[in-house]
């Protein structure tokens, strides 16, 4: 008899949902929410009701029977700071995404639903590798300025589940790799993976590394000061110039890889140079984990959507290959990768951090 599992991932204006039977996909659902179905509630945590009836309803209408389910998982949200890993939803865990302890997101909704579900049916519920996953080596930490620590903030739930991956395939512990892993999507993250922990990572939302289809990553300090001082701009204009409207969005109107490639190969001359300048930083980002890995790396993986790009990873390999051999998983399973997060704790293969 497999492991079934409940997996919720909510978003802005939408909420994902799988069925497994342990790693088998039995099947999924994203279920979208209107403006104006979402703004009649004053919070995020006002959503919960209304979006836990949307998901007993749609299991109902498939005749599913939740009573058979082995437990729940549901997206990390703004915790604090945590090393990566399968949470159990504790009475800690739930308060902290209820307050919202960095930040209001739909996200939290993921740990408070998995909770309220998981114990009405009497079944554990847990989260996996939230975006607030930090295990950076303190000298990774100084960034110039002390009251500017550089802070972990990546796409660490696919990054950590396209390394055990790979770890799993060649039959060797998570623990004993030192991997770069580098997620390309509407943002960008490279981290350093050693022996089980992200120990370095470029910031993927505000303020590291390359940019991304709607980030500008690290631009230069003293320009953005200036433009911050200028009075040109209010201060949710000048960040949304970092995060959202930046990056491919900035140079040429579009967040989307496949839009930007087709203008390149159509001699778009803009499009070329800005592509070409993102694979440039991308690589670079990737030379730097190799320092922080002391150019003892086993494995360079590429994954996010980006990666579906064979021209992109091709490019990027011929820069850094001479680092460490190359895989690619594109894109981001994040429902099978929150469910492999249970399943691991569920058949002993490692126990359920605690909050």
Do not use: W
């Not at 592509?275 to 030379?287: C, H, R, T, W």
Request: glycine letters at 12%; a negative charge.
């Amino acid at each position: 008899m497999g492991i079934k599992s409940l997996i919720i991932n909510p978003g802005s204006t939408s909420t994902k949902i799988g069925v497994f039977e342990d790693e088998t996909l039995l099947f999924e659902e994203t279920l979208r929410h209107t403006t104006e179905e979402i703004s009649q509630f004053a919070t995020i945590v006002d959503q919960k009701d209304f979006r836990k009836k949307i998901i007993t309803d749609l299991l109902a209408s498939k005749n599913f029977d939740m009573k058979s389910l082995n437990m729940v998982v549901g997206r990390g949200g703004m915790l604090k700071p945590i090393p990566g890993g399968t949470y159990a939803v504790t009475d800690d865990l739930l308060h902290d995404l209820v307050i919202g302890k960095q930040g209001q997101h739909a996200s939290n909704l993921g740990g408070i639903l998995a909770r309220e579900i998981g114990d009405s049916l009497g079944i554990p519920s847990f989260i996996v590798d939230p975006v607030v996953v930090d295990e950076l080596a303190p000298v990774a930490r100084f960034s110039g300025v002390p009251e500017l620590p550089r802070t972990s903030v990546f796409h660490a739930l696919n990054q950590k589940a396209v390394a055990k991956r790979y770890a799993k395939e060649i039959g060797k512990p998570y623990e004993s790799l030192r991997l770069i892993v580098v997620h390309m999507g509407g943002g960008v993250s490279v981290g350093a993976h050693l022996n089980g922990k992200v120990v370095d990572v470029f910031n993927a939302l505000d303020g590291d590394g390359a940019f991304s289809p709607e980030r500008a990553g690290a631009v230069p300090s003293g320009a953005l000061i200036k433009m911050c001082f200028s009075g040109k701009y209010t201060e949710k204009e000048v960040y949304s110039k970092i995060v959202g409207k930046g990056g491919f969005n900035a140079y040429l109107g579009t967040n989307d890889m496949r839009e930007v490639t087709k203008r390149a190969n159509e001699g778009d001359e803009a499009a070329k140079a800005a592509k070409e300048a993102f694979l440039y930083q991308v690589s670079k980002n990737i030379g730097s984990m190799a320092c922080v890995l002391e150019g003892k790396v086993d494995q360079i993986i590429l994954t996010g959507g980006i990666a579906y790009g064979k021209d992109v990873c091709e490019s990027i390999e011929k820069r850094c290959g001479f680092i460490a051999p190359f895989t690619v998983y594109p894109g981001e399973d994040e429902l099978l990768a929150l469910a492999q997060g249970g399943l691991r704790v569920l058949r002993g293969e490692e126990e359920a951090k605690q909050y």
